[in-house]
C-alpha cells in the first residue's frame, strides 16, 4: 500500500491498517532497541491525563518511554522519516495541517491491556491522527493483544503483527488494547497540529 493509497483510504474511512509498513530489518532494530530500554530500567509505567490530571493509569498496564525528537537514535531517525512521509501526503490530500509526531515506546506484559478510550485531552486538540506500529514480529490470532477499533459498524479486531501501521482519527475512533498472553511491543505516536 503506497502512501497515497493510505491518505485515501483514511479519507473514505477515518481508519487505515497498513500490513509491511515498517520493513524487517527496522522493525527488528526498533523492537531491539525497546526491549534494551526496558532491560535498563527506563521503560515506565504508563500514565494517562496531562498536568495536575496525570495519574498512574488503571486503565492500562504497559511501559513507556518517549522518543525525543532532537536526538533520535539511528533506528528513531529512520522511523521519524517514514513517518514523515505519511503525514505529508495527509496533509497534501487531507489538508489536516500536521506539523509533527510525537511518540513513544509501549511494551504490554502478557496479560496487559489499555480499556476502551480516545486519544484526545479534554484540554487539548493537538492530537489529530494517531499512528501505532508493531514491533512484534509474527503474531497468530490466538496470542490475543488485538488493538480494537470500535467504529461505527462494529468492532474491528487489529492483530499486532510486525511492520504493520494502524492510522486512525484520534478524536473520532474509541478504541482498546486487549490483553495478550504474550509480551507486545509497539511504537504509538499522535500527528499533532498547533
Ligand atoms: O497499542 C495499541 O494498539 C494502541 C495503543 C493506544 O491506544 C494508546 O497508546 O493510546
Ligand atoms: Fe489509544
Same mark, same amino acid.
Given at each position: /500500500?503506497?502512501?497515497?493509497?493510505?491518505?485515501?483510504?483514511?479519507?473514505?474511512?477515518?481508519?487505515?491498517? =497498513?500490513?509491511?509498513?515498517? +520493513?524487517?530489518?527496522?522493525?527488528?532494530?526498533?523492537?531491539?532497541?525497546?526491549?534494551?530500554?526496558?532491560?535498563?530500567?527506563?521503560?515506565?509505567?504508563? @500514565?494517562?491525563?496531562?498536568?495536575?490530571?496525570?495519574? *498512574? @493509569?488503571?486503565? !492500562?498496564? +504497559?511501559?513507556? !518511554?518517549?522518543?525525543?525528537?532532537?536526538?533520535?537514535?539511528?533506528?528513531?531517525?529512520?522511523?521519524? @522519516?517514514? /513517518?514523515?512521509?505519511?503525514?505529508?501526503?495527509?496533509? !497534501?490530500? #487531507?489538508?489536516? %495541517?500536521?506539523? +509533527? #509526531?510525537?511518540? &513513544? $515506546?509501549?511494551? $504490554?506484559?502478557? %496479560?496487559? %491491556? $489499555? /480499556?476502551? &478510550?480516545?486519544?484526545?485531552?479534554?484540554? +487539548?486538540?493537538?492530537? =489529530? /491522527?494517531?499512528? =501505532?506500529?508493531?514491533?512484534?514480529?509474527?503474531? &497468530?490470532?490466538?496470542?490475543?493483544?488485538?488493538?480494537?477499533? &470500535?467504529?461505527?459498524?462494529?468492532?474491528?479486531?487489529?492483530?499486532? *503483527?510486525? %511492520?504493520?501501521?494502524?492510522?486512525?482519527?484520534?478524536?473520532?475512533?474509541?478504541?482498546?488494547?486487549?490483553?495478550? @498472553?504474550?509480551? *507486545? #511491543?509497539?511504537?504509538?505516536?499522535?500527528? !499533532?497540529?498547533?
Amino acid at each position: /500500500m503506497d502512501i497515497d493509497a493510505i491518505a485515501q483510504a483514511l479519507e473514505a474511512h477515518s481508519w487505515c491498517v =497498513v500490513p509491511d509498513f515498517l +520493513d524487517k530489518r527496522l522493525t527488528t532494530a526498533l523492537a531491539e532497541e525497546c526491549r534494551a530500554f526496558d532491560a535498563g530500567a527506563s521503560l515506565v509505567p504508563a @500514565s494517562t491525563g496531562r498536568g495536575a490530571g496525570r495519574q *498512574r @493509569s488503571a486503565l !492500562r498496564g +504497559d511501559r513507556t !518511554r518517549w522518543f525525543e525528537p532532537d536526538c533520535p537514535t539511528a533506528a528513531q531517525a529512520d522511523f521519524f @522519516s517514514r /513517518m514523515d512521509a505519511v503525514r505529508v501526503a495527509l496533509n !497534501r490530500r #487531507l489538508l489536516l %495541517g500536521l506539523e +509533527d #509526531l510525537e511518540a &513513544h $515506546y509501549a511494551l $504490554y506484559p502478557p %496479560g496487559a %491491556g $489499555y /480499556m476502551r &478510550h480516545l486519544d484526545r485531552f479534554r484540554d +487539548d486538540d493537538a492530537r =489529530v /491522527m494517531s499512528a =501505532v506500529a508493531y514491533l512484534n514480529g509474527e503474531w &497468530h490470532d490466538t496470542d490475543g493483544g488485538h488493538l480494537r477499533l &470500535h467504529l461505527p459498524d462494529g468492532p474491528h479486531d487489529v492483530v499486532p *503483527r510486525g %511492520g504493520t501501521l494502524a492510522l486512525f482519527l484520534s478524536a473520532e475512533i474509541e478504541h482498546e488494547v486487549l490483553p495478550a @498472553s504474550r509480551e *507486545r #511491543l509497539s511504537i504509538a505516536g499522535w500527528f !499533532r497540529r498547533r
